[in-house]
DNA sequence: CGCGGAATTGACTATCATCAAAGTTTGTGG
DNA sequence: CCACAAACTTTGATGATAGTCAATTCCGCG
């Protein structure tokens, strides 16, 4: 398949390696930005599709006064940076050290049969922008962050320290996202998110640490009850 | 183009009178429905895509404890019907009198040419997801109200009583959803809703009925400036 | 005319935001 | 390897916005 295949030019760019770069992409080119560097901003021309090889990317929007909402979290192998009237409404930054592909949309355009593929990845995007809309519109804080939780479990998510018992397994994850960040995605402050962190450490759902942004999910079943 | 065209079968139900229903669509069949009428319900098997050719959608997520969020509003011209794992996320629901243009999804995907309409199609949804993540997660309660009352101004208002002294002229808009809807699409309460309605009509920005779901903009640029 | 759903308004409460003050990690440079 | 500064996290006290419960009024339709 042309949209996900092939070899391509790499540029580095802050403190990525080489060898933390390029999965391979026809149409476009792989570029590495460092923890927290912008990939495009609100407000710049579009005309490009991007793709997340690794790594993490969020789209956030800002409002004059400063209010801050991170209105999507793409991981490896989403698509972003689609823009309605030529000009992007968000800015795109990296999580942390992460590839991206960028592929030039005249020249994806000009193959039909990629447009299928783009359209069943905005679809997914939209179901889960829409599963997102729930959560904020509805959901209260804990339920915001097991949802959270579960979706750096699924999809980053490794279980390697079974019990012998056979009980239910800790799995260990790294939200790469700082408080204030995961705050800015649920609707919340960062204390709120603090403070609910620390409930669900209480309560023996999770654990936390030992080094920032490390998440253990103790009970698993818990979670994802809390998270409705 | 194929997808935008076209003659096509029609059946009524509820109130819609025939002359109500299609305009035309080539690959689809075109079905009226009434008001509060579904056109599908969350967990229905998938595999058709779906177009609004007049009236108003609205998909809503329900929770087991009757939680409810409307995640999305469509108009005129707007797709729906993504689904990811084969069955749909969400229900949806026809806010008015409405006519659907049904098209199966294997017929679609048969012609690649289509593929970039419907992408371009779902990334203008995913920004206006975007917008309204936004609003939920960052905007009070008179910010989001105001928002949605411009999203309706943009996309159905008329502007016909124009003052003779050339002010401002007054926008008439008909808001096709209850109060409750619009605590369920803005996340707030039913009274919430209805207490900011009041304020901003003391504070003269907007007027209330005559009926029901009448709206009309008195100062668009303070609904502007509110909206955020 | 009258019934039922929708809208409005009031009183009280709860969740979460804000302000503030320590305490920890992390990364850098000597 | 240690020290220090900056960024991030945690916890507490207080307040504001919006939710809940309840009573009344209004509109739409038979």
Same mark, same amino acid.
């Given at each position: 398949m042309a949209f996900y295949g092939n070899q391509a030019e790499v540029r580095t760019e802050a403190k990525l390696r080489v060898q933390d770069a390029p999965r391979e992409c026809h149409v476009g080119v792989c570029r590495a930005y460092g923890k927290r560097h912008a990939i495009?901003?609100?407000g710049?021309?579009?005309?490009h599709l991007y793709r997340v090889e690794s790594g993490a990317?969020?789209?956030e929007i800002l409002l004059e006064d400063g209010r801050? %909402? &991170?209105?999507?979290i793409l991981l490896a192998g989403d698509l972003f940076g689609f823009?309605?009237?030529g000009s992007f409404e968000e800015t795109a930054i990296a999580l942390e050290a992460t590839v991206v592909c960028v592929m030039r949309q005249c020249d994806l355009e000009r193959t039909d049969a990629v447009g299928w593929e783009v359209a069943h990845q905005t679809g997914r995007q939209i179901t889960r922008a829409h599963d %997102? &809309?729930?959560a904020l519109g509805r959901k209260n804080a804990q339920e915001r962050i097991c949802q959270?939780?579960?979706?750096f479990a699924r999809d980053i998510g490794d279980r390697p320290c079974a019990e012998p018992g056979g009980g239910p397994e800790p799995i260990r994850l790294h939200v790469p996202l700082t408080r204030g960040e995961m705050g800015d995605y649920l609707g919340l402050s960062l204390e709120t998110v603090c403070r609910t962190?620390?409930?669900?450490?209480?309560l023996g759902v999770i654990a936390i640490g030992p080094r920032q942004g490390d998440v253990t999910i103790l009970a698993l079943d818990e979670v994802r009850r809390r998270a409705g």
């Open positions: 495009f901003r609100q710049d021309k579009a005309g990317v969020a789209l801050r %909402q &991170l209105v999507e823009a309605v009237d %997102q &809309l729930m959270l939780l579960l979706r962190m620390s409930a669900l450490k209480q």
